[in-house]
């Protein structure tokens, strides 16, 4: 059983930052961020494979950067410039097989989620 623990969330003025990270019980090669906002449906932020390789929406794009440390078996969300549109609950997801890295379908293992509260 793989298990995802997400820390690092809370609430940020517009404009702030904030660092999500998610520890994994073990190696898994593609992992990633995903997030929902209330009546909203499940939006992929960004992934990264084992490599390196990563993949953002284009809503978060150069604000938003994932990072892995392999070393630890964990991931990270960088989150800069936020807006009140980034307000939802984050989940950390993790897969084996990444062809489609911001496809929820892909993903077997999700976290329990962190809730991000952007405030203007």
């Known amino acids: 059983q793989v298990q995802l623990v997400e820390s690092g969330g809370g609430s940020v003025q517009a404009g702030g930052s904030l660092r999500l990270s998610c520890v994994a019980s073990?190696?898994?090669?593609?992992l990633a961020w995903f997030r929902q906002a209330p009546g909203r449906e499940r939006e992929g932020v960004a992934s990264?494979?084992?490599?390196?390789?990563?993949s953002y929406s284009d809503s978060v794009k150069g604000r938003f950067t994932i990072s892995r440390d392999n070393a630890k078996n964990t991931l990270y969300l960088q989150m800069n410039s936020l807006k009140p549109e980034d307000t939802a609950m984050y989940y950390c997801?993790?897969?084996?097989?990444?062809?489609?890295?911001?496809?929820?379908?892909?993903?077997?293992?999700w976290g329990q989620g962190i809730q991000v509260t952007v405030s203007s």
């Open positions: 997801a993790a897969a084996w097989h990444c062809a489609r890295p911001l496809s929820d379908d892909v993903f077997n293992y």
């Open positions: 073990g190696y898994i090669y593609c």
């Open positions: 990264i494979v084992g490599g390196g390789f990563t």
